[in-house]
């Protein structure tokens, strides 16, 4: 038996199934929305299994030709705010990186705060687009905070962007002046798979700020 809805449904008041085969497809589902799905064995009327939960979110709709050019200054964003189409992380478990930082503004109040050490990286993934990868560029700044690390920046594309195992590297760049925007646009012309995803990442191996 199969049982789902938005999250934080009412057990019996979801769309219920009965499944008898080893996997199942929920159709139907609203984009950008959590769900809760509730899973039980059943071999006879008084012989069932304990209830299993799961929950999940189904993906964004891949951004139309019309949204092009794509421009974000990031201004009204925060950690709880920011467009859930974008996604960021980080493989250091006691950080929120990237963060969005009032201290650097580039085109207005904030900008991105990318970290890296010699362990970790963090990472911010676009949306997907409608429009194949490789007719798209990507055009961002870099503010070099000291003169004792490196400010690497690798752009690449991801068919995941929850996996960063998935991340295909299409150029690497760094700031070299110190307080300084750096402005580079990157095409993407060379990218030859099938991700959806730009991202850029500030790679583990070295601290960067």
């Given at each position: 038996?199969?049982?789902?809805?938005?999250?934080?449904?009412?057990?019996g008041t979801g769309t219920t199934?009965?499944?008898?085969d080893t996997s199942y497809q929920l159709n139907g589902l609203t984009t950008l929305t959590s769900y809760d799905v509730y899973v039980r064995a059943v071999c006879g009327a008084n012989d069932s299994s304990s209830v299993k939960k799961l929950t999940f979110r189904t993906n964004c709709v891949p951004l139309a030709d019309s949204t092009l050019p794509l421009f974000e200054s990031f201004d009204t964003w925060t950690t709880t705010?920011?467009?859930?189409?974008?996604?960021?992380?980080?493989?250091?478990?006691s950080t929120t990186y990237p963060s969005f930082s009032t201290s650097y503004g580039h085109t207005g109040s904030k900008s991105v705060y990318m970290y890296s050490s010699n362990t970790s990286?963090?990472?911010l993934s676009l949306p997907s687009f409608t429009t194949p990868i490789d007719s798209l560029?990507?055009?961002f700044g870099?503010?070099?905070?000291?003169?004792?690390?490196?400010?690497?920046?690798?752009?690449?594309?991801?068919?995941?962007?929850?996996?960063?195992?998935?991340?295909?590297?299409?150029?690497?760049?760094a700031a070299s002046t110190l307080s300084n925007w750096e402005m580079f646009e990157i095409p993407l012309s060379s990218y030859t798979g099938t991700g959806g995803h730009i991202a850029l990442v500030s790679p583990n191996g070295a601290y960067s700020y």
């Open positions: 038996i199969v049982e789902y809805g938005s999250a934080g449904f009412t057990r199934t009965v499944v008898n705010t920011m467009d859930q189409c974008w996604l960021r992380g980080t493989s250091d478990g990286y963090s990472i560029q990507i055009s870099l503010y070099k905070t000291n003169t004792s690390y490196t400010h690497e920046i690798h752009v690449g594309v991801m068919t995941d962007p929850n996996d960063i195992s998935t991340f295909v590297p299409i150029d690497t760049v």
